[in-house]
């Protein structure tokens, strides 16, 4: 059972910058993509971006794309989400996923775990 827990979110001005991370535990953690999702108040919940379990294949949303990065670290069993140039549509709670598919799918249902989220706020 992987369990996963984010960090790293927070209030930051329009242009700015934060790194979110999201540490698992327990399962087999290099065998999983892993993803970043956000809902906003009302809205459903999207996928940022996703990362296969080799680190070479990426996926983003168009509107994230040349904004945000996401990498992962499988020494340290992370997922981080740089994300730079933050806009105040942004803000919303993100939430990291994992497999168990190998590949950067984008759909919520190829991921079985889920972290409890994290609030990104962007403020104009």
């Known amino acids: 059972q992987v369990q996963l827990v984010e960090s790293g979110g927070g209030l930051v001005q329009a242009g700015g910058s934060l790194r979110l991370s999201c540490t698992a535990s327990?399962?087999?953690?290099?065998?999983?993509?892993l993803s970043w999702w956000r809902q906003a108040p009302g809205k459903e919940r999207e996928l940022v971006a996703a990362v296969g379990w080799t680190g070479d294949m990426s996926k983003y949303a168009d509107s994230v794309k040349g904004r945000f990065t996401i990498a992962r670290d499988n020494t340290k069993n992370t997922v981080y989400l740089q994300m730079n140039n933050l806009k105040p549509e942004d803000t919303a709670v993100y939430y990291c996923?994992?497999?168990?598919?190998?590949?950067?799918?984008?759909?919520?249902?190829?991921?079985?775990?889920w972290g409890q989220g994290t609030q990104v706020t962007v403020a104009s």
């Open positions: 996923a994992a497999g168990p598919t190998h590949y950067p799918r984008g759909y919520s249902s190829h991921y079985s775990y």
């Open positions: 327990g399962g087999h953690f290099p065998s999983h993509a």
